[in-house]
Every structure is written in C-alpha cells, then in structure tokens.
C-alpha cells in the first residue's frame, strides 16, 4: 500500500487502509468546517495492489467413472458429454470414495488494483456563512479465477470507478437556528465478465453468447457465473436542507432530502443456457434434468434503465425533560415513486395463477408500495443517580427497507424483451430443441408485480451502563428487531397440491419411476420463483461489553453476544449460500421456519492497546502494541435431498426426513454430520427436517499489530505498521457439503423413495477454509 497526504489536516486515523477509511468517513457526518481558517483545502491518495493466491477444493470424477453410458445412442450427444466430462481434473491420489468421486486441490491467483482519492476543501465566506466541498474517486479492477467455479476456466473480470461529490453551504441565521443546505452527487458504475471460454460449454456457437452452465449434483458445478456478463451504473442527484433549531430545553432538527436515482442496468441472463443434472449417472447417461435461458437472442433486449425519484422529510426532538432525563423523539417518511423504465421495457405477469403470459406495463409496480413509509423513533437516555455514574438508555424504532434496481431488477431482467424459458428433460448438448417440446416461458429470480407493501424492521433495545472503575465502564443491554414484510422466493405458479387425511402434501407422482410434479396451477407458465415481501423474523440477543478508555497508556474493549435469530425464509441479495433460496412450502411457510442463515448464538470479541512508555530518543518513543481476538461459534446450514424428490423442477430441492434416533453431529471435517441419519422422503411429498438444522465449526481468529509513531519535524510524521493477521495460524473451516443424496438410475424410483436417489458421497465433507492463513504486512507511510 502507498500513501500520500499534502495540506495541514489528516483524518484521525490516516494509517487504516482505503477500503476502512470509505467506511469511517461515510459512517459519520457530512461535514462542515474543521478550520478556523478562512479556506482549507486536503488532498489524500492511496493506492493498492494485492496479488492473493486461492487453493479451492472440487469434487471430481475419477479416470473410472466417466464413461458414456451405451445407451446414449446419439453420438452428437456421446461427444457432448465426453467434451464437457473431460473438463475435470482427475482427483488428488487417496481422495476417491467408493462411488467414484474425489477432491482435486485447484490454486489460482486473485489479483486486484484499488486507487483512491479524497479531497476537500472548506472555505468561510463570513462570519454566518461557510462552504464545503469533498470528492472521492475510487476506481478499481478484479480478477477472480473462482467466480464461476471451483475449477478456474472461467475467471471473472470486474471493473469498478465510483465518485462521490458533496457541496454544503452553512448558514447561522440566529444564535438558535443554523441551516444547512447540501447538493451532492453519487456515480457508482460495476462491469464485469468472464475472461474465457471452453468450447465444450459453448451451447449456442457461433452466437457470440458466453460459455452456459452445467451442474451436477455430486460434482462441482462447471462454467461461468450465473450473473455474468453485467453492467450497473447508477446515478445519484441528492438536494438536502436541514434546519438546527434550539427552543429552551428542545433541539429540533428537520428537514428534507430530495433524490434522483438513474440506474441503467445490462443483465443478459442465462445467455448460454443453464444446465441441470441429479446425478454422475444420469449426466454419463445424457439423461438432463432441466435447462434454463433464452432459446433465441434475435430481437432480444438486456438493458433495463430505471428512474425513480426519493423523497424523505423528517423531523426530530432532543428533548432535555429534566437534569436527569433526556428523549429523543422523531418521524421520518421514506417515500419512492413507483419506478418506470426510460425506454419503456417493462413486461410482467400481471396475475401468475391466471394470465396466460408476460403483458407490458408502464411501472415496476401495479401499485406503490411506498406511499405508508412512516418512521417513528423514540429513545432516552436516563442518569437515575444524577452522578454521571450510571445511566439507562432505551429506544424504539421503525426502519422501511425501500425496495430498489438490485431488488426488483430481476424481475425484468429476465422478462420480456429478454425472453427466458425452462425446458423438463432436454436433449445434450441443444437446448430447446428435439423430441422434447420447447419450455414455457419462466421468470428466474423476478419479482412479485403485485408487491403492495415495503419490508420494515421494528428495533428496540434496553442498556444499563455503569462507570465501575476509573475510566472503565460496564454495559449490559437487551437488544431486539422484529422484521416485517422481508424479501424471499417463494414459487409462484408450484404444482397442484393434494393433502392426504394425515395432513401430508403431495405435489408429484410416479410416472415410469421418475418423480414427475403435478400439473402446475397455470399450465401457461412454467416455474415462476418470484421474490415477495412475505418472510418475517424475529433477533432477540443479551449483549455486555466492558470497556476502559485510555488510561496509564492501555485501551481494553471485552465484548459478548448472546443471541438467537428465527425466520421463515432468506434473501437471495445477502448471497447466502448455507439455506435454501426458496420456501419450500409454497402452500404453507410455517414449514419454513427456522434459525436464520446468520444466527451466531455466542460471539465474543476482545481487543486491547498498550503505548509503550519508553522515552528518551527517537528509537524507542512512540512504540504501540495492538491486538484483536474474536471467537464465535458456527453459522446454521440446511441439509437437503440434492435432488428434486417432490416435482418441483426448479432450483430448489427439499429437506430429507430425519431418521429416528441417529446422532447426526460427528465433527470432523472429513464427516462434519452423519448423512447416514436421513432418508428420502416419500416421492412427491416433503421431508421432515427442520430448515437450517444443521451447524457448522467455529470460528478463532486473533490479529496482532506493532506501531511506531515518529516525529521528524514540525510537518513531518513517519509510521511504521507490522500487522499480522490470524498470528496463530489457526484454521477455520468452512460449511460442509450439505445435499445428501443424487439420483438414482430412471426407472428403478418406488413408492416407498427406494432407489430414487443414492447416498451423496461428498456429504457431510468439508473441503474449503474461511478466513485466511497467517499473514505478515508491514508499511512504511510518511505523513506531511
């Protein structure tokens, strides 16, 4: 890392890396002047370089198991699977199961560039008037061998420049009123693509369409990212004015910010066709599952450019009661207009259950969902003793979570006029083509069109705090948040569902021993996995912190969580890959409800400062020693089929049933649980284990620091930083392989699930790291 600063002034912290900084500068206010003088002005560069080897685990067929079954009789198709099978390495020597299946250690290079500039400059235009104005610019480039595979032939390259501007004018109009009027200005812009292709995988060639996506249920999945190539640019006008008003014992403050959001999105999705097989076997026998993507580009449109306007007033009251009470009370309204599309390319499903297909329609929205956006928040904070030794601080508040382009996008990006369909059974290596009929149009990951209301999260939380020492302070809280209305897919167009007398769900049957779904609740349609503000949760958490401000030369923070977070679904945004993306129970989401995939039941951090307190020469003063331990234990994981045991034909694959008795927890990375204590459900119907059952290891981390602050001259400070990240080397491991089964061979599925599926031989293993290894970073930064 390199870094430069000129002009009198650096942040507080100007040693911390870019990417830190963003977030300490952002996380406070927007300004207004730090200087007395008449003008200011600060310029901070910083640039990075990072070259970071990745060792990925995939799991892999052996030289014995990628045979092209006799039956595929088609030799386009026999070469096909040939072509793509051979894309595998062969597995590390003493890794191969009986089934046929390894891990082959894959290592590749990430390297990335970051430039980042700060400036800004203050200028007093009198003595009731101020100016401040700031930029940054930061720009960067991403090359990640692993974007869409464990094995990298298929890296991705990612671009980013994001600028931001901010213009505040200050003006005292009394020695009780200040206002404050701001413009400001945000262009974050995203590109990336994948940076090769394999001719195996090129299904449509010829068409200047990217390499498609094969997955194999027991393997690791092959080609590119789902979401490549893409473009995101957003543009952000902002005109803000806030009012500081001091009334006797109130401190209001309102005000009203103004913004234009222009987000011109390129998402091509699924150009070259996605691909799914439920098992080794039925990939060798050519037997495909699914395939997903736009069967033809002639006349097909990607872009989507979006335009909404935000409009948030607010006001809130710093009520001094008495010496020993203080409220804060406030309101705000978080309103957007329902978006429209600047070239008016937007196509829905007005009603999934019923319409025969995609209509245009002029917004986002068959109706704004917005317009009930009311924010109140209440808090206080209460000095019981009237010694400023003890204090009780509480609060309420409720947060709308608006939805915007990376939420609702979806919803048309994979909409006419870019035309996706799903395809049961196609032929390798063609899609949409042969003796299978061509699939109904189908929405992946869209967005429900009648989504009436805005996802909001109810916070409260209650603190005692108490000063027990000198400078040392005790706090212990109760802290809670009730979500309402959140984002998850649920399908919107499932199978006709029949319940039996005992309460059970039945949404497919046996058809020639395949598991085959009812006929869907629109036969216009195929699967329409829509996100809808539908889930709900509920965090309650015990949270006690000891901390000791610098005192005879030592800073101390000790930090615990205990805590438990419940809900009935996930948001595919968070990019969670240890639950389901999907509820299962289209019918019910009751059978949903779980922890949720972030639940950390204890977590505890400890961090500390020791100034050295040498003094003398240059050599020895201005020595630090920093440190920081975190301990949590592991995230939730929810254990699955693997297969499509109910007739879905979708993405998502159910749970297993459990079987009595079985101790399902091992512990070891080699066998993390038992898959031996689950069994296929009946075909058709769902399993009974519990969504996110399962919990992964633990996590240790400890980093420790060495500084030295030296002063050269009047304007010259120089710092030396050795940092050693995980000093302990401690390995942490990541979630295990958490589908049980693949597919058995068609034809040999009974009543009764015997033969539908063969135990996965990767589940339970864990065969990647979290976190990093030990490493060593030393800098060296002269401040002027």
């Known amino acids: 890392m390199i ?117 800004r400059f203050d200028y007093t235009l009198s003595a009731k008037d101020s100016l401040f104005f700031r930029y940054i610019s930061d720009k960067a480039d991403l090359f990640e061998p692993f974007s869409g595979s464990l094995i990298p032939l298929w890296p991705e390259q990612d671009a980013s420049h994001t600028q931001y501007a901010t213009l505040e004018e200050r003006h005292i109009v009394s020695p009780t009123i200040v206002n404050v009027a701001r413009f400001s200005f945000s262009r974050p812009v995203n590109n990336a693509y994948t940076a090769n292709s394999v001719p195996a995988l090129q299904f449509f060639p010829g068409s200047g369409r990217q390499d498609g996506i094969v997955n194999i249920t027991g393997l690791t999945n092959l080609g590119t990212n789902t979401l490549m190539p893409f473009t995101l640019n957003q543009t ?47 990939f060798l026998a050519g037997q495909a599952f699914t395939v997903q993507g736009p069967q033809n580009l002639l006349g097909l449109y990607p872009n989507r450019d979006f335009r909404e306007l935000e409009l948030t007033p607010y006001v809130q009251d710093d009520w001094k009661v008495s010496p020993k009470l203080t409220l804060n009370l406030g309101l705000r309204w978080e309103f957007v207009t329902n978006p429209v599309e600047a070239h008016s390319q937007l196509y829905a499903v007005p009603n999934v259950p019923t319409s025969p297909g995609f209509t245009h329609v002029p917004n986002v929205f068959r109706s704004n969902p917005n317009w009930g956006n009311f924010d109140p928040r ?58 299978v009929s061509p699939g109904l149009p189908t929405d992946p990951s869209g967005f429900d069109y009648n989504t009436n209301s805005t996802p909001y999260m109810i916070q409260y939380n209650l603190t005692v705090q108490r000063e027990i020492a000198q400078n040392t302070v005790l706090s212990i809280g109760y802290i809670g948040s009730h979500g309402v209305h959140l984002l998850t897919q649920i399908e919107q167009n499932p199978p006709q569902v029949n319940v039996d007398s005992n309460g059970v769900y039945h949404f497919g049957t046996l058809v020639s021993g395949r598991v085959t779904g009812n006929s869907r609740i629109n036969p216009n349609l195929s699967v329409f996995t829509d996100f809808a503000p539908i889930a709900s949760s509920k965090y309650n958490s015990m949270q006690a912190s000891l901390n000791r401000r610098f005192t005879r030369n030592v800073t101390a923070q000790v930090a615990y969580t205990y805590s438990r977070c419940t809900d009935n679904g996930s948001f595919w945004a968070s990019y969670n890959t240890n639950t389901a993306a ?39 003063e201005g020595w630090q020693l920093s440190g920081i331990v975190s301990a949590n234990t592991g995230l939730p994981f929810n254990i699955s089929d693997g297969i499509d045991q109910v007739g879905y034909q979708n993405s998502g694959t159910p749970r297993p049933n459990y079987v009595p008795g079985c101790q399902v927890s091992v512990g070891q990375v080699s066998e993390w649980f038992n898959p031996a204590c689950f069994a296929l459900e009946a075909p058709g119907t769902l399993g009974n284990t519990g969504r996110n059952t399962g919990r992964g290891p633990n996590f240790v981390d400890a980093d420790f620091a060495v500084l030295k602050d030296t002063k050269l001259t009047e304007a010259f400070r120089m710092q030396f930083r050795a940092e050693f990240f995980n000093v302990l ?56």
Not at 241 to 264: E, K, M, P, Y
Request: aromatic letters at 12%.
């Open 236 to 282: 952000r006008y902002t005109e803000a004015d806030d009012v500081l008003w001091t009334i006797g014992a109130h401190s209001l403050r309102l005000g009203l910010s103004v913004s234009r959001l222009q987000s011109n999105t390129y998402y091509p999705l699924r150009s070259g066709s996605s691909w799914t097989f439920q098992s080794v076997g039925q």
């Open 582 to 620: 999907t509820v299962e129970n289209p019918y019910n989401m009751g059978y949903d409800r779980g922890v949720c995939f972030f639940d950390i039941t204890h977590a505890l951090r400890v961090n500390a400062l020791v100034a050295l307190p040498f003094h003398g020469n240059r050599a020895v």
């Open 378 to 435: 209440f808090g206080l904070a209460y000095d019981p003793f009237a010694d400023h030794k003890t204090s009780i601080r509480g609060g309420f508040g409720l947060f709308h979570d608006t939805i915007l382009p990376p939420n609702y996008g979806g919803n048309f990006w994979g909409a006419p006029p870019w035309n996706t369909t799903q395809q049961s059974n196609p032929i390798y290596p063609t899609p949409f083509v042969g003796t």
């Open 3 to 119: 870094s430069c600063a000129t002009a009198r002034w650096t942040p507080a912290d100007s040693s911390i890396p870019a990417r830190a900084l963003r977030k300490n500068q952002f996380g406070g206010s927007l300004g207004g002047p730090i200087k007395k003088d008449k003008a200011f002005f600060f310029v901070n560069y910083e640039g990075i370089q990072q070259l970071l080897g990745e060792t990925k685990v995939a799991f892999v067929p052996d030289a014995a198991h990628r045979a092209i079954a006799s039956s595929v009789t088609n030799p386009v198709t026999a070469q096909a699977l040939a072509n793509t099978i051979a894309l595998y390495p062969l597995p590390d020597p003493g890794t191969v199961n009986a089934a046929g299946i390894g891990t082959s250690t894959q290592v590749a290079s990430q390297t990335a560039h970051e430039n980042y500039v700060l400036s």
């Open 729 to 784: 080397n401690h390995t942490n491991f990541a979630l295990p392989a958490s589908a049980v089964f693949v597919a058995g061979t068609a034809g040999q599925c009974t009543a009764s699930g015997a033969g539908c599926g063969n135990l996965n031989a990767s589940a339970g293993k864990i065969t990647s790291i979290v976190g990093t290894a030990r490493q060593i970073q030393f800098a060296l930064k002269l401040v002027f």
